[in-house]
């Protein structure tokens, strides 16, 4: 062997072998270097690749990516300094562009609106609504009630009474152009025991609604439960009002609002306890509402709200027949 034997290596012989152990030494640290100082000058953000040909553009550094990521740790090892990105904001009633509005499901909370907003609002229902607007705080708003009115009977009983000549509620609704309607209407009608009836009625009332007032957001009210204890002890509970059946009038209601694309408003849960009824202390009958009840009632209103843009982005569908028929074999609307 041409060289020393060290454990399991060869020494290289010679001053040649020295001079080429030390010229690789010297190479590996230049290119150490160069490495270094490549890391050091990158700047700390993905290229913008939309000016490539055959690539799609990124998003900018700190947004979320499909996966779900901060690409501005990815990119840089650190937290975006002005913090993750956040969902949108829909507190104020908007939503995203890519999420169309729900209508199966009630309107979701939101910060509380002005009462100005109900300036160019029209109420329209029995008198549950009429002690929402006599003892709610309402300030503004057209009050069309009328006491012991019916869905059945709304294009029909001339109702109100405007300079001297009566009206139907639907043709006093004619009569001005509203930003809003509020319809609540129902518990008149649980005696009747037809769902099928009151379903095609009330999808009526809607789309007449709609014909009267096309550029107006339609909030349909769900049934404020009852108390029938206390209607026993008022009337001996004659019209046999129970809240089994509103439950049934109240699925209903919700079919209708997706069907028809209105706003439903959810103000049974609002008011139901633990019982699956209306609490004795809201009223002193079991269906009409005391002053506090009332109150509550209009602050409901005010924090489920939802604008008109956001509803129909394209502009508010056209109005269809009634719809389907939801009758079963017995003719009773139950399975």
């Not at 009630?106 to 109420?123: I, K, L, N, Q, T």
Request: proline share 7%.
């Amino acid at each position: 062997m041409s060289g020393k034997y060290v454990g399991r290596h060869t020494r290289p012989n010679g001053r040649s072998g020295l001079l080429k152990l030390a010229a690789a030494a010297a190479a590996v640290l230049l290119v150490g270097a160069v490495g270094v100082f490549a890391l050091k000058s990158r700047p700390q953000q993905l290229p913008d690749s939309s000016s490539q040909p055959g690539t799609s553009a990124q998003p900018p550094v700190g947004d979320v990516s499909s996966s779900g990521l901060d690409r501005s740790t990815v990119s840089s090892g650190q937290p975006d300094p002005a913090g993750p990105a956040q969902p949108p904001d829909v507190s104020a009633g908007g939503f995203p562009e890519s999420i169309p509005y729900d209508f199966s499901q009630p309107a979701p909370a939101r910060e509380p609106v002005e009462d100005s907003y109900f300036d160019d609002a029209a109420f329209v229902g029995d008198s549950r609504t009429d002690g929402l607007m006599l003892y709610g705080g309402i300030k503004s708003g057209k009050n069309l009630t009328s006491n012991g009115l019916s869905v059945f009977k709304l294009a029909e009983k001339k109702a109100l009474t405007i300079d001297g000549k009566k009206y139907t509620l639907l043709e006093a609704l004619a009569m001005e152009e509203y930003g809003k309607v509020y319809l609540s209407l129902g518990v008149n009608e649980l005696g009747y025991k037809d769902e099928k009836y009151f379903y095609e009625k009330y999808s009526e009332a809607v789309d007449e609604i709609r014909k009267l007032q096309p550029n107006a957001v339609i909030y349909i009210q769900n049934l404020i439960p009852l108390n029938e204890g206390q209607i026993e002890e008022y009337n001996g509970n004659k019209f046999e009002l129970t809240n089994e059946r509103l439950r049934v009038y109240n699925d209903l209601i919700r079919q209708v609002a997706e069907e028809k694309q209105v706003v439903l408003l959810d103000l049974y849960t609002e008011f139901v306890d633990e019982n699956d009824e209306l609490p004795r202390e809201a009223s002193r009958d079991g269906v009409h509402l005391v002053k506090e009840s009332c109150q509550h009632w209009l602050e409901y209103l005010k924090t489920h709200t939802v604008d008109l843009d956001t509803l129909y982005p394209d502009g508010p569908p056209a109005v269809k027949p009634a719809g389907a028929d939801i009758s079963t074999e017995n003719g009773s609307g139950q399975a």
